[in-house]
């Protein structure tokens, strides 16, 4: 698949880049994706979730009543999680959600969501630029010229642009990457990718 490289402007430069067909043009697994996406999200959470139980309740012991002839049910303790302010049967307790997976399914998984992009020609490629201090005014210029204006974007640069990065930090619909922290969620969240001319070459040879 060959692509037009705009400038930040959002015009043509004349170029053409090719997208290599083994990263951009696979058969997409969707369970690879599902699988990788699976993983992302349960290593964000963070799993310090805790209730107290029966025993960590702090509390008198004393029986409430006598076992039998009261014509009510029998209760052991104030503790129980029968009243307001007992312990918790089963409640959460802190936990890590994380999960492994092979190396290989998690490439399949990112070039799975690549290909998707580009059979639904939401990938655009645009020169290489550099900001010389962080601005969101300028950043937004650039996302606006490519008119991606009210979509959420992704973009995605060789290796990390401090500057960019911070720009883009603090807007809501658009998001950075450089290609070592490209992922599965992050790609298939976003509604546009836009890749820097330089980032085809990196990604190809992590992935290809």
Do not use: C, W
């Not at 009543?65 to 918790?88: A, N, V, Y």
């Not at 990457?177 to 890749?195: M, P």
């Not at 990196?202 to 290809?208: H, M």
């Amino acid at each position: 698949m060959e692509l037009s490289v705009l400038n930040t402007k959002g015009e043509a430069t004349g170029r053409k880049v090719s997208l290599p067909s083994e990263v951009f043009g696979v058969e997409p697994n969707d369970h690879a994706i599902y699988l990788d996406v699976k993983q992302y999200l349960a290593n964000q959470r963070q799993g310090t979730h805790k209730a107290k139980q029966k025993n960590e309740i702090s509390g008198s012991t004393r029986k409430l009543h006598r076992q039998k002839g009261t014509g009510g049910s029998r209760k052991g303790s104030i503790k129980s999680p029968l009243f307001r302010g007992g312990g918790r049967v089963f409640g959460p307790q802190p936990r890590d959600y994380s999960f492994k997976l092979n190396k290989k399914l998690k490439s399949l998984a990112r070039v799975s969501a690549l290909s998707y992009k580009a059979n639904q020609k939401n990938i655009t490629v645009i020169e290489d630029f550099v900001m010389d201090t962080p601005k969101t005014k300028q950043f937004n210029d650039i996302i606006n010229g490519l008119k991606l204006t009210g979509k959420k974007t992704l973009l995605v640069f060789a290796k990390m642009d401090r500057n960019i990065h911070l720009s883009a930090r603090n807007t809501v619909t658009r998001k950075t990457a450089s290609v070592a922290d490209l992922n599965t969620h992050d790609i298939l969240n976003a509604n546009n990718l836009v890749l820097l001319e330089s980032s085809i070459l990196e990604i190809s040879n992590q992935l290809s």
